[in-house]
């Protein structure tokens, strides 16, 4: 017979090396483990996820975070203006009181073109003000791409907690009959 073991350590996220020992008290045993491992920060987890959210639509909604398309709008130099709803509760979120209660989002979006796997990426620290009792919070960022078919991947991070949210969903921009991605 045999054992696997597993185990979270206490602290993560750090970034560093980590060795692993294993001792046993049973002299004839045969023990096989690797010598140790890289803890991911968690800039690297987050960059993972969202990797994994626009590639096979895994996500990981603690705050749970809803997009929304606004109106698109046509620019001067062919590209499109896509506000983007970040829509998140207010309960999920931690207010910080002074000077003023406020809370701060990091929100990161990757827009992977469906036809050319071109990747876009925007990071913006987004933050509301204390909303009322019960309600959501909507932190509104813009993109601008070209006509196409996208799957936008958006991590969202409540910078008091460290709190991760990341989700996926697919946003056709501007006449995207030419360019629909052959199956």
Do not use: W
Not at 45 to 52: A, I, M, P, T
Request: proline share 7%.
């Amino acid at each position: 017979s045999y054992y696997s073991l597993a185990y979270a350590p206490e602290q993560s996220g750090t970034g560093e090396h980590r060795s692993i020992e294993v001792r046993v008290r049973t002299p004839r045993a045969n023990v096989r483990h690797r010598p140790g491992y890289r803890d991911k920060n968690a800039q690297e987890v987050g960059d993972e996820k969202l990797d994994g959210a626009i590639a096979f639509g895994i996500m990981d909604n603690p705050l749970a975070l809803r997009l929304a398309v606004g109106a698109i709008e046509q620019q001067n130099d062919g590209q499109q203006r896509i506000p983007l709803h970040l829509l998140i509760p207010a309960e999920g979120l931690v207010f910080i009181p002074d000077p003023k209660a406020e809370a701060r989002v990091e929100a990161v979006v990757r827009a992977k073109n469906a036809t050319s796997g071109e990747v876009v990426e925007v990071t913006e620290i987004l933050t509301t003000g204390l909303p009322v009792e019960g309600s959501v919070c909507d932190l509104t960022l813009d993109l601008t791409l070209p006509p196409g078919i996208y799957v936008l991947g958006v991590a969202a991070r409540d910078l008091a907690t460290g709190v991760l949210s990341v989700v996926s969903t697919t946003v056709a921009v501007g006449n995207v009959e030419s360019q629909k991605p052959s199956i």
